[in-house]
């Protein structure tokens, strides 16, 4: 009876959705995404059966797939408050703990809040400080650190010694020495997370999945911990040398942006902890790293 309950409750819930391949229940449309086609070229394929937009599911989770201008532009722009959000995924869960972020939040109060306070202490700190003379003094002072005469030098080193350089200095004003343990090991995490989960978690699309892959996720967890653990330790020294009224790095921005929103708004003091803060200088680091450091290769195989 469970099982028949569960399964006339799936195809219900299905028919609210755009058409799309037909899914089943539990596994959805994973099946079909067996082979070695990619998703986007099996996307495309079920764009020209099925129209736009059209539902894929992930396990029991359905994701509507958009695919011309039109539709995109009214889903993003008329239709946008109805499109914005993020369901909640395993490798968020892991990353927050407890805490919120920009990155894997919801679209919700709380989102507006650390969303506001961060594009606030991004302007704050766009004014203050000279990116270009920062990224200058960063570049040249790897190159006066080489060896003179040929050498052979993997592009990733130069690249995430730079990126770290000059998102720590800007996020936390801290600067890294080349042969730095704390450098190291961030570049080692960094390395683990793209081993252990490139695509991230496959309990994130079907949580019964974590059963299957608890080994991974403890890996990633842990990873996360010590991640956190590192950058905890550089947010602490930041905030140690913050001085109402100077904003020397991010950090020092996003303090007085709080500031500001808890005398503002005082229906914001609940989303604006400081674990939370740690969280978006979590995701900025991130961000500002790892996808970075991508383009960078290349770009520079393209010269």
Not at 105 to 124: C, F, G, I, Q, S
Not at 157 to 175: A, E, H, Q, R, Y
Not at 201 to 222: A, C, H, N, Q
Request: overall charge neutral; glycine content about 6%; aromatic content about 12%.
């Amino acid at each position: 009876f469970l099982m028949s309950f569960h399964v006339v409750r799936f195809y219900r819930k299905a028919s609210k959705y755009p058409k799309g391949p037909f899914p089943l229940p539990v596994v959805g449309n994973l099946l079909s995404l067996r082979g070695e086609t990619p998703l986007h070229l099996k996307a495309e394929e079920w764009h020209r059966k099925y129209g736009d937009p059209f539902t894929m599911w992930m396990g029991e989770k359905p994701m509507v797939m958009l695919n011309s201008y039109q539709v995109l532009r009214e889903a993003f722009i008329d239709k946008r408050h109805e499109f914005a959000g993020r369901f909640p995924t395993r490798l968020g869960a892991l990353q927050t703990r407890t805490n919120h972020d920009i990155l894997f939040e919801d679209y919700n109060p709380r989102w507006k809040a650390l969303r506001k306070v961060a594009l606030t202490a991004v302007r704050k700190y766009a004014l203050s400080e000279s990116v270009e003379t920062l990224c200058a003094q960063v570049v040249d002072a790897y190159v006066d650190s080489l060896r003179k005469g040929p050498n052979t030098v993997d592009s990733k080193d130069p690249f995430m010694f730079i990126l770290f350089n000059i998102v720590g200095t800007s996020v936390f004003g801290t600067k890294f020495e080349k042969e730095s343990p704390e450098l190291a090991r961030i570049r080692q995490i960094t390395d683990r997370f793209s081993e252990v989960a490139p695509n991230g978690l496959p309990s994130d699309i079907v949580p019964w999945l974590g059963i299957l892959y608890r080994k991974t996720e403890k890996t990633m967890e842990s990873l996360f911990s010590e991640l956190l653990g590192l950058l905890e330790v550089l947010y602490k020294k930041a905030v140690d040398s913050y001085v109402p009224g100077t904003t020397r790095n991010f950090t020092h921005s996003m303090l007085a942006a709080r500031e500001e929103a808890l005398q503002q708004e005082k229906s914001d003091a609940q989303y604006l902890t400081e674990a939370n803060m740690v969280q978006i200088l979590l995701d900025i680091f991130g961000a500002a790293t790892d996808t970075s450091l991508g383009e960078l290769q290349w770009l520079c195989l393209t010269m």
